[in-house]
């Protein structure tokens, strides 16, 4: 199943790296994986979950740097 998130992998890990927020690359991996197991278990969409979960906090890095809510204000 991850094979077909690969691509969504990669943005974050490009945009993500490895922020210092707590909310780097790894944090979005580990959503990924939890979001998965629930989405299991919930029967979810498993392509609107798996991108959801891999891709929720794409700003953040953007964020850090303006000092800008990456939600709307």
């Known amino acids: 199943m991850e094979s077909d998130f690969q691509k ?3 943005i ?3 945009f993500l790296g490895n922020d210092n927020s707590w909310h780097d690359y790894y ?3 580990r ?3 939890l979001a998965m197991k629930i ?3 919930e029967g979810w969409n498993p392509y609107v979950i798996g991108v959801s ?3 929720h906090d794409l700003m953040r890095p953007w ?3 303006t000092g800008k809510s990456h939600f709307w204000e």
């Open 27 to 29: 944090h979005a991996e």
């Open 31 to 33: 959503v990924f994986h």
């Open 63 to 65: 964020q850090t740097l």
């Open 53 to 55: 979960a891999i891709l």
């Open 12 to 14: 974050a890990h490009d």
């Open 39 to 41: 989405q299991e278990k």
């Open 8 to 10: 969504f992998l990669k």
